[in-house]
């Protein structure tokens, strides 16, 4: 699967432009500042609904602009999809397949798999839980559609149950029978995505120690732990016990919005212990994962967009990434670059088709 | 919107304030009005204004009445033993124009959404519970009919109305949810068509 045709209007910096991709390799290079990063989000955002950098959408809207539309065509063999995306000051934002708007966004979310590697990555390692949280959500969600159903609706479910434990706290009073109205089908969509979570790792671990060894040359064991309440089979009783709690925080402190997981290496907290090197391959592996999983669940490979990597990654990392590209094992791929002859005398050495676009020239 | 005078954008954004109106229909229905004789307007001023202060609600069923017990509650011909629990006056009328149910009706106010500020309390729900307490021996209620709509928010007020019901030991049932009459089973929803099956009806 691949992105043949990209027209913009309206979004971020852009005040419209047009480009026609190659199939493989598309280096998007020109000076800082210029926009080569808000076209890769332009393509984030026409696959997932969203930007990977911006969580409010009317900021993705150009600067005094009323109005964005992203609009794609997706090549898949023979087929071709028109998929475009707009938004609109104070309306809800709509996505389109071939003019056809969806009735829900998330019906759209993981038909054309994307994943992308940008330079703040390593905050995943570095930052809190949440950061962790919303990267496995993203990758579970294009994975696979019944985990953003339950997912959502178990978000839909928790903010009622926190806004109903405000109004008892506001009210002073108290309603069992209410708040077990809540208990039940949170509990029960806890351990339905529980299920999805574990049974995910299962299979995503492997892979991250197999690209991690790739990429590092080294020895080093790596280890990619879910930890999760809701595992204990006394889960149930424990949220309820919790209950008192819950209602002095106006908040509700058990479920799985408190998973985590634990990154390691030699058996060592990864963020504690590990280089800056070793934190970087595990996070490039961590998406190399994803997009193998993608890969084989689609049965299509995703789009990769590298965010600044020449500049980011050693020589090695670097190699390897070219190595991959070259192999075939990754499809379309899109990077870009500050400095053209940089990416030029790196991508020169790739026997794939190497397109090179000029981001900002003509239209600034 | 530029307006010739004042008065008229004061009309227009009263009328716009209406749900389903826009600026562009407000000014219509002013220029409208203002084309008609005055006693029109003074005529739909006045319905408007006796229907907001002297509208009542039904001290049983909460619905909209003309004096302290709505029509349907008063009226000899309804079953009083059969409840149906609905959102809004606007459900009963739907109920209504079916005539198929002659049972009376609990109007609630409204449905359980936290995120929107509206809890249990703010429903007329312990009147409910009160309304099949007070039910005397000889009238008990056989049945209360939950005809929420099929929405996380109604399952839950249903939920949580089950609950509630309980303890008065009066059945509980809930409206069917399915395929509509005339409707293609291969352009319904595969939740609706999955829990059609599951709620399947036999043959007699």
Partial sequence: MWLEKLHLTHFKNYEAGSYTFGERVNCLVGQNGSGKTNLLDAIYFLALTKSAFQNQDA????????????????????????????????????????KKAYDRLSDHIGRFPVVLIAPDDTDLVRDGSEERRRFFDGVLAQLTPAYLDDFLQYNKILSQRNSLLKIFAERNYLDEDMLETYNEPLIALAQRIYEHRRRFMEHFLPLVGRYYAYLSNERERVDLIYESEVARPDFPTEFRKHRSRDLHAQRTSKGIHKDDYVFEIDGRALRKFGSQGQQKSFVIALKLAQYELLALEKETQPILLLDDIFDKLDDLRIHKLIEMIDSGSLGQVFITDARPERSHRILDQVAADVRFFEIGKSYE | MNYPSRLIEDAVNEIAKLPGIGKKTALRLALHLLKRDEEQTRALSDALLSMRTQTQFCRQCHNIADGELCAICSSTKRDASLICVVVDTRDVLAIENTSQYHGHYHVLGGIISPLEGIGPADLHIESLVRRLQQASEQEPVREIILALSPTMEGDTTAFYLQKKLKPTGVKVSTIARGIPIGGDLEYADEITLGRSIVSRVAYD
């Fill in chain 1, 59 to 98: 900021l993705t809207i150009q600067h005094e602009a009323d109005f964005l539309v992203l609009d794609g065509i997706f090549r898949d063999g023979t087929r071709r999809t028109q998929i475009t995306g707009s938004l609109q000051r104070g309306q809800r934002k709509v996505m389109m397949a071939d």
